[in-house]
């Protein structure tokens, strides 16, 4: 038989592992516990102090029963219910954990650490509003320690008061100036209220205490994706994923930074990986935003609703849910989930910019641009509210407003400077013989639109040199004005002022009545021009076509159109060509089975070539594509396709533009299907001049 040590000498050892135990030894408290408990199976203070210390290891699944063990010798003390409470909250059981606080502070009311970790169990059971009430009965109690104000904080935060959390955090570190968590989430209260250049002053103190903790790197890359820098904020999740693997939370964010890295395919990968992890709600968000960025609008739509399923006062899933109706082009329902949004999250920046959003696609500018002012209310700087209430003014006609906001372009999230913002920007100012360098900043139609200014910004005196893409140079180079034309490849030459090419309609304070407009302002080859008007029938009407562009563009799905419904413009004395060099797989069968519809492709070999083949062309139908831009340059009459929300540049309610004055627009409304706009173009293909006579 064992012999045990007389209960004196259990004390002894007991008081003897509690020094330790405060000073902080646990390593060296604890064995001394656990032979006490060993000799003393029922030994109450022994108990609970090794469950308290098992606990403070991190190791809440020890600790319970080793506590539980100890309120079965003696139930009568709320601290003890009130530490098996605590285990319970780090071991994921809050329900249990609530019951076993309520029970502790029935035994003392006036233990305010009882009401504390119930809070930390209402937090945990997603109920911040009772969370912060019971913090509140604890500061009323006289509790005023660190933890008790960084609590708070989280429970303000969860209820969308970021303010007012971060003054809690500041108390927290008033209290304990090296308290890592609470640097934390200042960070993340501070990012709420989008003072992104504080938070990571404030993630980085974090770091400085723990830098290995997982959950502060998730910090830091959630900053860094606001501050613009995804590259630094993917390292950072990634290293948070090496070490911790098991946690959901950096893997979805991953996600957001490979999104704005435009890795959409790795991300949704990732948010998968995520919902492997985690598979609840903020998992679902998460995927829900992916498809978003996939452009599979009806799957984000689904994924939203399921999101709402499991949380109906999940105000991001309603205002995800109202941007993917809003894409699918359902804006009516879209603004019952806005609404819903802005009932749950008040003061929430993005809702009025996506309410804004649904008006726009309904045609109501004005309104957009009250909606978009509401969110700047909340955030002045909000770029991409100061872009989207420049499209609306640019659409609207007013240019000089619209294109002094399109200068908010590069502030916009994802949207880097150029390669060339070091230099200063012309503003339209006489140059006198010193070098200006113009440079292509967007698609090939909108170089081809701005082209038009090269030779205003030359008699203002400049040397110009234009950087634009190298499919355009032939096009571009007997272009009047142009000293030197190179690559965006290319390392550019000394320069004493520069000018992205869509800026230069600000630089020239362009208005409606004011659009530079020589056409053709742009020419092709007068040799190959001939060459195609001798190889091309002669007798019919020649029909330029153009039905889709490309697929990458953000808006192609509204824009182009299958070729197949194109079919009733070839009647007879009508001769079509396919002027595009690149076709959908879905409208190849069209293209090789339909007679009267040549496929030009493997001859439009360069932009040059298709300017001639527009030059042969009698006219051209087409979608918003850059051969509209280019037939429009040239002077070509063009019948331009156009969705029921159609870029800023063709203004509204006009079968006109001030840009292009041979184009004709035929705009499609929100009720309309494509073939219902197309059936309107043979009538007015009759009145052009070759086909009356």
Same mark, same amino acid.
């Given at each position: 038989?064992?012999?045990?040590?007389?209960?004196? !000498?259990?004390?002894?050892?007991?008081?003897?592992?509690?020094?330790?135990?405060?000073?902080?030894?646990?390593?060296?408290?604890?064995?001394?516990?656990?032979?006490?408990?060993?000799?003393?199976?029922?030994?109450?203070?022994?108990?609970?102090?090794?469950?308290?210390?098992?606990?403070?290891?991190?190791?809440?699944?020890?600790?319970?029963?080793?506590?539980?063990?100890?309120?079965?010798?003696?139930?009568?003390?709320?601290?003890?219910?009130?530490?098996?409470?605590?285990?319970?909250?780090?071991?994921?059981?809050?329900?249990?954990?609530?019951?076993?606080?309520?029970?502790?502070?029935?035994?003392?009311?006036?233990?305010?650490?009882?009401?504390?970790?119930?809070?930390?169990?209402?937090?945990?059971?997603?109920?911040?509003?009772?969370?912060?009430?019971?913090?509140?009965?604890?500061?009323?109690?006289?509790?005023?320690?660190?933890?008790?104000?960084?609590?708070?904080?989280?429970?303000?935060?969860?209820?969308?008061?970021?303010?007012?959390?971060?003054?809690?955090?500041?108390?927290?570190?008033?209290?304990?100036?090296?308290?890592?968590?609470?640097?934390?989430?200042?960070?993340?209260?501070?990012?709420?209220?989008?003072?992104?250049?504080?938070?990571?002053?404030?993630?980085?103190?974090?770091?400085?205490?723990?830098?290995?903790?997982?959950?502060?790197?998730?910090?830091?890359?959630?900053?860094?994706?606001?501050?613009?820098?995804?590259?630094?904020?993917?390292?950072?999740?990634?290293?948070?994923?090496?070490?911790?693997?098991?946690?959901?939370?950096?893997?979805?964010?991953?996600?957001?930074?490979?999104?704005?890295?435009?890795?959409?395919?790795?991300?949704?990968?990732?948010?998968?990986?995520?919902?492997?992890?985690?598979?609840?709600?903020?998992?679902?968000?998460?995927?829900?935003?992916?498809?978003?960025?996939?452009?599979?609008?009806?799957?984000?739509?689904?994924?939203?609703?399921?999101?709402?399923?499991?949380?109906?006062?999940?105000?991001?899933?309603?205002?995800?849910?109202?941007?993917?109706?809003?894409?699918?082009?359902?804006?009516?329902?879209?603004?019952?989930?806005?609404?819903?949004?802005?009932?749950?999250?008040?003061?929430?920046?993005?809702?009025?910019?996506?309410?804004?959003?649904?008006?726009?696609?309904?045609?109501?500018?004005?309104?957009?641009?009250?909606?978009?002012?509401?969110?700047?209310?909340?955030?002045?700087?909000?770029?991409?509210?100061?872009?989207?209430?420049?499209?609306?003014?640019?659409?609207?006609?007013?240019? !000089?407003?619209?294109?002094?906001?399109?200068?908010?372009?590069?502030?916009?999230?994802?949207?880097?400077?150029?390669?060339?913002?070091?230099?200063?920007?012309?503003?339209?100012?006489?140059?006198?013989?010193?070098?200006?360098?113009?440079?292509?900043?967007?698609?090939?139609?909108?170089?081809?639109?701005?082209?038009?200014?090269?030779?205003?910004?030359?008699?203002?005196?400049?040397?110009?040199?234009?950087?634009?893409?190298?499919?355009?140079?032939?096009?571009?180079?007997?272009?009047?004005?142009?000293?030197?034309?190179?690559?965006?490849?290319?390392?550019?030459?000394?320069?004493?002022?520069?000018?992205?090419?869509?800026?230069?309609?600000?630089?020239?304070?362009?208005?409606?009545?004011?659009?530079?407009?020589?056409?053709?302002?742009?020419?092709?080859?007068?040799?190959?021009?001939?060459?195609?008007?001798?190889?091309?029938?002669?007798?019919?009407?020649?029909?330029?076509?153009?039905?889709?562009?490309?697929?990458?563009?953000?808006?192609?799905?509204?824009?182009?159109?299958?070729?197949?419904?194109?079919?009733?413009?070839?009647?007879?004395?009508?001769?079509?060509?396919?002027?595009?060099?690149?076709?959908?797989?879905?409208?190849?069968?069209?293209?090789?089975?339909?007679?009267?519809?040549?496929?030009?492709?493997?001859?439009?070999?360069?932009?040059?070539?298709?300017?001639?083949?527009?030059?042969?062309?009698?006219?051209?139908?087409?979608?918003?594509?850059?051969?509209?831009?280019?037939?429009?340059?040239?002077?070509?009459?063009?019948?331009?396709?156009?969705?029921?929300?159609?870029?800023?540049?063709?203004?509204?309610?006009?079968?006109?533009?001030?840009?292009?004055?041979?184009?004709?627009?035929?705009?499609?409304?929100?009720?309309?299907?494509?073939?219902?706009?197309?059936?309107?173009?043979?009538?007015?293909?009759?009145?052009?001049?070759?086909?009356?006579?």
């Amino acid at each position: 038989m064992p012999q045990h040590s007389s209960p004196a !000498e259990a004390e002894r050892r007991t008081a003897q592992a509690l020094a330790l135990h405060r000073a902080d030894d646990l390593a060296a408290a604890e064995p001394l516990y656990r032979a006490v408990v060993a000799e003393h199976p029922r030994h109450f203070q022994a108990l609970h102090l090794l469950g308290l210390l098992r606990a403070m290891r991190g190791d809440p699944a020890d600790a319970i029963p080793l506590l539980r063990r100890a309120l079965a010798e003696d139930a009568r003390h709320g601290f003890v219910h009130s530490n098996l409470g605590n285990a319970l909250v780090d071991d994921g059981q809050p329900a249990e954990a609530l019951d076993t606080f309520d029970r502790a502070i029935a035994l003392d009311p006036k233990l305010a650490e009882a009401r504390i970790g119930r809070a930390n169990a209402l937090q945990a059971l997603n109920r911040p509003a009772d969370a912060l009430t019971a913090l509140e009965e604890a500061r009323a109690l006289g509790a005023d320690m660190a933890e008790l104000h960084n609590n708070r904080g989280n429970a303000l935060r969860a209820l969308h008061r970021p303010a007012e959390a971060l003054a809690a955090y500041d108390l927290a570190i008033a209290r304990k100036p090296d308290y890592a968590s609470a640097h934390a989430n200042r960070a993340t209260a501070l990012a709420d209220l989008h003072r992104d250049t504080e938070a990571f002053a404030s993630i980085g103190i974090a770091l400085m205490f723990r830098p290995d903790d997982p959950g502060f790197l998730n910090t830091q890359g959630v900053v860094l994706r606001a501050l613009n820098r995804p590259e630094e904020a993917l390292a950072s999740f990634d290293r948070a994923i090496a070490l911790a693997p098991q946690l959901a939370d950096p893997l979805a964010n991953r996600t957001a930074a490979l999104c704005d890295l435009g890795r959409h395919e790795e991300a949704l990968e990732s948010a998968e990986g995520a919902l492997s992890l985690a598979d609840n709600a903020a998992g679902h968000r998460n995927r829900a935003e992916v498809l978003t960025r996939l452009a599979r609008h009806a799957e984000a739509e689904a994924e939203d609703r399921l999101v709402l399923h499991a949380d109906p006062a999940s105000g991001q899933a309603w205002n995800g849910r109202g941007i993917a109706l809003t894409e699918l082009g359902r804006f009516e329902e879209a603004m019952s989930c806005f609404d819903r949004a802005a009932e749950l999250h008040p003061g929430n920046r993005s809702i009025p910019f996506n309410r804004g959003n649904a008006f726009r696609g309904l045609g109501r500018h004005e309104d957009a641009i009250a909606l978009y002012r509401e969110a700047l209310a909340v955030d002045p700087d909000y770029a991409d509210a100061h872009w989207n209430t420049a499209l609306s003014a640019l659409a609207l006609g007013r240019l !000089e407003e619209g294109f002094r906001g399109y200068e908010w372009r590069w502030q916009r999230k994802g949207c880097r400077p150029h390669r060339h913002a070091a230099s200063p920007l012309w503003a339209g100012n006489a140059m006198e013989g010193r070098t200006l360098l113009l440079h292509a900043e967007q698609g090939l139609g909108d170089t081809i639109q701005m082209a038009r200014y090269i030779p205003l910004a030359a008699k203002r005196g400049a040397r110009v040199v234009l950087e634009a893409q190298r499919a355009l140079h032939p096009l571009l180079s007997d272009l009047p004005g142009i000293a030197a034309l190179i690559g965006a490849d290319e390392e550019a030459p000394p320069h004493d002022a520069q000018c992205p090419l869509l800026s230069l309609p600000l630089a020239f304070g362009t208005r409606l009545d004011s659009i530079p407009a020589p056409i053709p302002y742009l020419r092709a080859d007068p040799a190959r021009a001939a060459a195609w008007a001798r190889d091309l029938p002669g007798e019919a009407f020649r029909l330029g076509i153009a039905c889709s562009g490309n697929p990458e563009h953000a808006g192609d799905r509204h824009r182009s159109v299958p070729l197949a419904l194109f079919a009733p413009l070839l009647r007879p004395g009508v001769e079509a060509f396919l002027v595009q060099t690149q076709v959908r797989p879905s409208d190849e069968p069209f293209l090789a089975s339909t007679p009267g519809l040549t496929d030009l492709r493997p001859r439009l070999t360069s932009f040059a070539e298709t300017a001639a083949v527009l030059m042969a062309m009698d006219a051209v139908v087409c979608v918003d594509t850059s051969v509209a831009h280019l037939a429009g340059a040239l002077g070509r009459p063009v019948h331009l396709l156009l969705p029921s929300l159609p870029d800023w540049r063709w203004l509204l309610d006009r079968v006109d533009t001030p840009w292009y004055p041979s184009l004709r627009l035929h705009r499609r409304a929100r009720s309309e299907r494509w073939e219902d706009v197309i059936a309107r173009i043979p009538t007015a293909l009759a009145s052009e001049r070759r086909l009356a006579a």
